[in-house]
């Protein structure tokens, strides 16, 4: 009788510990994938920063033609004003709404305009231990 309470117990807790380990593996790889989106996230922010610093930049040119080497021109994006032209590089940085910011290099050499965007998941002049930084180029 007393060896059957042994084994009862000695059972209970080997079921308990499989119990255990298995709750906390499943918290592991929970933890791990909240840890990834939450990356994922930040570089899509990224990402669209650096993408809104190349539209404003293809729109004031083609349409404006404001990045001209010989003129300087004001620019108007994202509710700022940025003064550009007047050589073969400009650059800028572009606040946007949600926190986010794009820094902008448009360097024109002859008949080819390369638009150097990079994003950042935080304000301007901000750094942090988990800034993000996307970046596009565009030649044309």
């Given amino acids: 009788m007393i060896m059957k309470k042994g084994v009862r117990l ?12 298995l709750g906390l593996g499943i918290f ?21 920063a650096a ?11 083609i349409k404006e033609q404001a990045f001209s080497t010989s003129t300087t021109s004001a620019i108007n994006c994202a509710g700022s004003s940025h003064t550009v ?9 572009l606040s946007l709404p949600n926190n986010s910011c794009a820094r902008v290099r448009v360097q024109k050499t002859g ?3 390369i638009v150097t965007s990079l994003g950042e ?6 750094t942090g231990p988990r800034t993000v ?5 565009v030649k044309y």
């Avoid at 998941?121 to 901000?126: E, M, R």
């Fill in 10 to 21: 000695l059972l209970a807790i080997f079921i308990s510990t499989l119990a255990l380990n």
């Fill in 28 to 48: 592991t790889i929970i933890y791990g994938e909240l840890g990834l989106a939450g990356t994922s996230r930040e570089s899509l922010i990224s990402f669209y």
């Fill in 51 to 61: 993408d809104s610093g190349v539209e404003c930049v293809l729109f004031w040119d």
């Fill in 85 to 93: 032209g007047g050589s073969s590089l400009s650059t800028f940085n």
């Fill in 111 to 113: 008949s080819e305009t």
């Fill in 121 to 126: 998941n935080i304000s301007c002049g901000l």
């Fill in 133 to 137: 930084q996307r970046g596009l180029e």
